[in-house]
């Protein structure tokens, strides 16, 4: 496939020309987004409305205002920049490589191992901070801005900011503590693109009139046109004069790429914007670069230089493997995990979405809040069938939280949608709060897991069990496919109290988990899916259950028979239905798409060990220990040797030690 | 003790007198002043200032706006109010009794078992919504406002906010989106006293100019002398009219006694405002009365109506026990408890406080970041010697931690402080991207753990181990006398890495832990308090080691030999010092001042199980099981059976059960 792109050289030679600034950068922004475009194809997968949106603010900043090199990049006295939103990232890459801080290797290996992460990472050099959920960002600038000033070296701070993460209420603290802080030596700039994930800011949670508010907390504010090169100039080279300055700089989301700028973008899409994530089909992709190369060869032409050259970049060779698994294979050709993930159609999460609409028609008080992750939580078919109880609350999960604590109190049952990461990290004091009132409320905990690994640690969740597992009332639950998702919210509108926890995997499922004919769901019970004697293999939803599968067909090979249990309670176990399960049996594994700290192992062993039985079993537990590798699914799973492969040798090793015990 | 009580009956006396109303109100809001002082007195503790300051909102609400009563306490179409603070409550517990609402044996058992929380709890009558942390109560009020439009029923919704509170982002959230979810019932009633914890909020972090802000969110804003009947009447009789009104009351802190008003106490106190918490010594007390029964028979004299009638409330009865330990012993007798915690002296955070100056000389680096709790935390020493070091980030924990952060990546090492409950779980999310960053910061963890339990479930933290227990690159310690703190912090600024957690008990000790003569602070290694052969008794922090140390002695007189061991680490265990450490010894108990999901005795058997060594070993791990109860810290423990003697018991218990079995 043919992948374009421009290498470092020819931006040199771009950024040495000294000539009518405007066209240079307007140039030079265009060549970044040719490269942001070809490393978000490769990647299969990435932000580019957002990375193109503030194209010209990348360029102005890495190559004109910030003076950052190989030689400061640690140099206390540089100046920082970075993205709160982390969006924009590919678009920081493109400019980092041109740089010649990010080399063309790793720039390649976007969302892959050992190369640059979904959203902003500081192992990466030239990245000041990780992106996390929304909202972050000034808080840190201020940090690092208060630091500057008290270790009295030089450098201002930079911090980008998006429209709809201003919804987020850590700004607002950030912004009115920054004149008591007397934090001087720092510009906010809102990158004003219009849309959230896929809808108009003003259709979500509208910002109102910004300039007055911002104004009222002590900053100075200017409105720019963020894609122009005189106003981006004009407003950076008034941070040096005016302390706290917020630049609101109006953008088009996608600009560059006529059909993926946001007014077009978006009547073409029945109101929705599509190029938010994700990458661009083949066609799209060369329509893109086709329109971005033209008028580069344009500006050459009307700054009379050389055209700039364009090469074909190598995709990745899939022969080139960077992960072993607990074999010591290279994942690339570790048998199981050969199919990419993506190449399955079903998703847990769309049964979810169905179940919704299904249940909302039975119950009129079942309520749906959203955090403008209507499209990714499979919300909008409820959102259409019930407008009057879907409730927007933006990208604002705390407020969502207790507000939802305010409806239950009133006799609702609120469902609360977020992913995983942000919705019990962020949230958790308000979802303690809520459950102390004893109301009932549902939190559909999406993107639990690992998997995808690409978008990196702020968005994979291996922490959620964790965060709920110590609050009274609350029940929590992974369903292991589309049947067991219905079930499950089923059971949690019409049965559950209390706090109810509904985890799923975000992604395609990897195969389908087939229950057993008279499955029933039921608290504290689990259900065989194979049958073997010699150990149990236990893990919840399809992600883990898929490998465990696979790993029994490994071992099945070795005459180990392994007995494959899926057990979606992740708080509850009924010891009856245990011990009856598990006859027979001594050696448990539990895999767990989450840290082992926390999880559904160390509750067994806690329940085992109360019941006084933990002596009859010995109990393995293998988790995501550490921090969550970034990459494709199959690169993650191994890393973390929770591949099939993995684990079928790692059982086999201690069973077969068990055996020659036994027979010595 | 004189203790001046108002029945009843005399409030409705005065209430159903139809005459000046603005006289009635200022009446009746001194007469909920004098019960509330009272109430605090009793209880030894709660919140004045903030009490009195709303005590004429509270008045006309209760008795003239909202029209709460025991018929309608349930009926959807009520008019809904509660105070987003919640330091105010017992100001609302006096007005509900007055209403009938409450009983006077529950108003008179303030902070005690099966009395009233510290804090509102929705379990008492009358009250709708549980304070957490600050900063909830707008997003719970929409949630209240949106249901009641939704179900078609009756009603407004009133919240009271305090102003400290509002640097909190989430009210920023709720009153952002509340326009675009078109909520319109509602107003928000900002108890604008001035003062924060004990300085003035314009000291901490100025909230600026507020109605252009809040105007430009799309609220209606109205300024007002919030302890003036005609003021207050205006603005209530606006929110009929006005969609989203936004009332800002202008009131004195500690209004009706005039030494409590905060502008004549922080000039009487260098600039401190000292009656925020607890309750006020014997003079003060009667001074209190004695100035407002004056008023109170003026009043009765301006009116021309028979004078009030106060009488003396009995003290709570100590012989009259409610909590039973384990042995159904009630606990007002249980030995070992009859002292009260407060008679004793030694607090591990004065040895924090005093370590923190003490590294500051040292180490430039350090930092010291507060959110408006400088005195609880002990950071007023630091504040004072090291201003230029010192940050207050007012009521905002996100923004703190995130702040933390950037001057981490600057190589800075921040300290972190605030309550465990509102810091490991209000900034969770920032906490895990700081550690992501894979920088050095200290978080100080203050009031970990159950007691004092008179503040109530939203102050008690018993999950802020489980909270970061799966956050990689995380070390949690908990100190258990002065020195251990001192040796913790060392370790922590200058050896230790990544996310270093500091939990403490804010209370003063029951007694002082001392540690062996040879003691040395080492990662995983914890340290034998008292020999014994029979079983080992594990516990970290100076509540739980002084039970621990107690129920030893107990079991003594038993002839039962128990090894108490302090525990520090709370994540991490030297396996070889353990095996030493309990030679001899199979039965472990471990008590926890945490849940038991997440604690110490949790992480000790998940670390046994993978050495594969948990088979020599019984672990018994008893902690705070479900919601941590309110009252004496007496009571609270041994409602929990982590006394002395409901320890011993059920030790004693269980190893004559396993003596019984090794003789038979």
Redesign the interface.
Known sequence: MKRTLIEKQEFDRIRNLSMLESLQYALLADMIRVNTLTSVKIAGSGHLGSSFSSADLIAYLYFKALGLSNENLTD?SRNIFFSSKGHDVPGQYAALYALGIISIDQFLRLRRFGGLDGHP???ISGI??????LG?GI??????????N??KVGGHVYVIIGDGEF????????L??A???DIRNITVIMDHNKVQSDKYVDE???????K??L????WFVISIDGNDFYDIDYSIKLSKSHHRLFVIAHTLKGKGVSFMEHPTAMAKHQGLYPYHAGAPDEDSYQQGIDEMTRRIVLYCRQLGIEPVQFIEAEELNPQQPVVYNALGEPVSQASVLNQPLKAQAEYVVNAYGDALVELGAEHERL?VLDADLSSDCRLRKFEHAYP??F????I?E???????????????L?VVNSFA??LA??A???I??NT???THIIYAFHYGGLIPAGPG??HQS??DI??V????DSTIVQPSNPDETRMALKYFVEQAKGCCVLRMNIGPSPSTIHLPENYRFQPGHGAVLRQGSDAALIAYGPVMLHEALEAAKLLEEKAIHLRVINMPWLNRLNLEWLEETLEGISQIFVIED??????LG?FW??QL??A?K??RY??H?WGV???PACGTPTEALAYHQLDAASISYKISRILKHQFQLQSS
Request: hydrophobic content about 35%; proline content about 4%.
């Open positions: 206390p990472d500081v192992h000041e901070a990780n992106s996390g959920s972050m808080s840190k600038g201020k940090g690092f801005a208060w630091a500057k008290y270790l919804q987020e209420g850590q700004n607002h603290e950030a009115l503590s004149v008591a802080q979500i949670v509208s910002l109102g009139p910004l007055e508010r104004a009222s907390l002590g309520v009057e109880r409730i927007e609350c933006g604002a705390q407020d969502m939280v207790s507000m939802a604590g305010g409806l239950a109190r009133m006799g609702l609120p990461g942000f990290s962020r958790n004091e308000q303690y709060n102390s009132e004893k640690k702020s291996l922490r964790s965060l597992g110590a609050l009274p989450h840290s082992p700290v926390g999880g160390q062993l806690y060990n109360a006084n933990i002596h010995r109990l537990i220990d550490g921090w």
